[in-house]
């Protein structure tokens, strides 16, 4: 404390630097850190573990976070990070010499993982439940790099990986600087089409109001606040009308946020608000398998069996996506009087999922009661949408159909099996039986 206050002093007399003189806290606290056993053991780790993540040395990643997470430090630690900024900003400010050479930020090994498109980096930090939409921290000349690690991501497997993880698409880093964006509009910035439409298709946002965003991240004591001050909850911005019409409910419901969405409900939300494409809130949970979400806009009396624009349910939507399970789809049908085998959109929910070629979530409709020999519009069956033999056969056996019947005296079991094993190799679903059974 008494170094501190003579620093001030100093700086007071325009003699910052002056450390003959006096004692620096500066420099006492530089040289307690580099000789401090703890802190040069973190230094080696991070250096190691980012030279790491950098090369995309899975294993040696995994084991370093395996022998560090122990108590040494935390898989969300930032460390530095330099950039260029090759805008074209830059070239005005080169023309001015007033070009800044490099920017710098702090973060996290999650960020460097998705840079360099290291997906199995990635699936290992996931591993040791590294923070999806921790944010870099930058100065005040570098606000553009402080954002999560789904900014960084340039190409459509690692955004789908970060997707898949639940990572919020529809997070604004800042309010009140360049970076008030969400992630589909800084991709559109870059003119990266491809990766904008993959985030359309998960429902991804422009940045609308501060409520949307406060919802979207399950802030519920920030969305409470804005509904007791009156705020309407069906707002869809402040200046004009989102793009896509969404309300906060919607942004609430894609990231499963249960709790804000009974907020919201229960200061009035419209539970059946459709937005530009037609689709509820209640189609968007189901788009993303938000199961609580579901169940909450349900007990508010949502509609199961509303069509969107394309004449799909949610069910429809959920089954298309390939995300939706067992657990979500039984709320869904036990809800109301959907028809887990009614084709409302031409095609039932298990032909969407078997021309897509979702084979988890033709095997949850399955086990939900949906029928493998249900015809569509068209007069074709479900089983016969399925893009490959190897799917078909699972889907045979999951549902308990059968290609071949093979029956055999106990003698010849062995070579009864043997048979059976090498016609399944083929996918070919075949039912072994002693004789005395048929």
């Not at 439940?129 to 690692?158: G, H």
């Not at 409520?211 to 069906?234: C, E, R, T, W």
């Not at 494409?277 to 009396?301: C, D, F, K």
């Not at 308990?400 to 003698?411: H, N, R």
Request: include cysteine; charge should be neutral.
């Amino acid at each position: 404390v008494f170094d501190r206050f003579r620093t001030h002093q100093k700086q007071q007399l325009g003699a910052p630097n002056e450390l003959e003189h006096v004692g620096s806290w500066k420099f006492r606290r530089w040289i307690s850190g580099l000789m401090g056993k703890k802190a040069k053991t973190t230094s080696e780790f991070r250096a190691n573990l980012y030279a790491s993540v950098k090369r995309g040395q899975v294993i040696e990643v995994q084991a370093l976070l395996a022998n560090a997470l122990e108590g040494l430090t935390s898989e969300n630690f930032l460390d530095k990070m330099g950039g260029v900024d090759m805008g074209i900003g830059s070239v005005y400010q080169w023309l001015w010499r007033r070009h800044n050479r490099g920017k710098y930020a702090l973060v996290s090994p999650l960020h460097v993982a998705v840079s360099h498109g290291h997906v199995e980096c990635i699936h290992a930090l996931r591993q040791y439940q590294a923070n999806l939409d921790i944010v870099a921290t930058t100065d005040i000349f570098s606000k553009e790099l402080a954002v999560p690690p789904l900014f960084y991501a340039d190409s459509r497997d690692t955004m789908n990986v970060l997707l898949e993880y639940g990572a919020n698409h529809l997070m604004v880093p800042s309010f009140g600087t360049a970076m008030t964006t969400t992630v589909l509009q800084h991709n559109l910035f870059l003119d990266r089409v491809g990766l904008a439409r993959l985030l359309e298709d998960h429902g991804c946002d422009y940045a609308l109001t501060p409520l949307h965003a406060l919802a979207a991240a399950g802030d519920v004591a920030a969305v409470q606040y804005y509904m007791k001050n009156g705020v309407d909850p069906d707002m869809l911005g402040e200046y004009y009308v989102g793009l896509n019409q969404r309300t906060p409910l919607h942004w609430a419901a894609v990231m499963g946020r249960t709790r804000v969405v009974e907020a919201l409900l229960l200061h009035r939300a419209t539970v059946d608000f459709t937005d530009r494409m037609g689709r509820t809130p209640l189609h968007w949970a189901a788009r993303h398998n938000q199961v609580g979400a579901i169940n909450a806009l349900l007990s508010s009396h949502a509609n199961p069996i509303c069509l969107d624009d394309s004449n799909m349910t949610p069910l429809d939507v959920g089954s298309h996506s390939g995300t939706l399970r067992e657990p979500a789809i039984r709320s869904l049908v036990s809800w109301g009087s959907l028809d887990i085998n009614g084709a409302y959109c031409g095609d039932t929910p298990l032909h969407l999922a078997l021309k897509q070629g979702h084979k988890e979530a033709a095997l949850a409709l399955i086990a939900c009661g949906a029928d493998i020999y249900q015809t569509n519009r068209d007069g074709r069956r479900a089983i016969d949408c399925c893009i490959s033999a190897e799917l078909q056969y699972s889907i045979k056996k999951a549902s308990g159909s059968v290609d071949v019947y093979i029956s055999y005296d106990p003698p010849y079991y062995a070579f009864a099996k043997a048979v059976c094993d090498s016609v399944e190799t083929n996918f070919i679903s075949v039912n072994l039986r002693p004789v005395l059974e048929t």
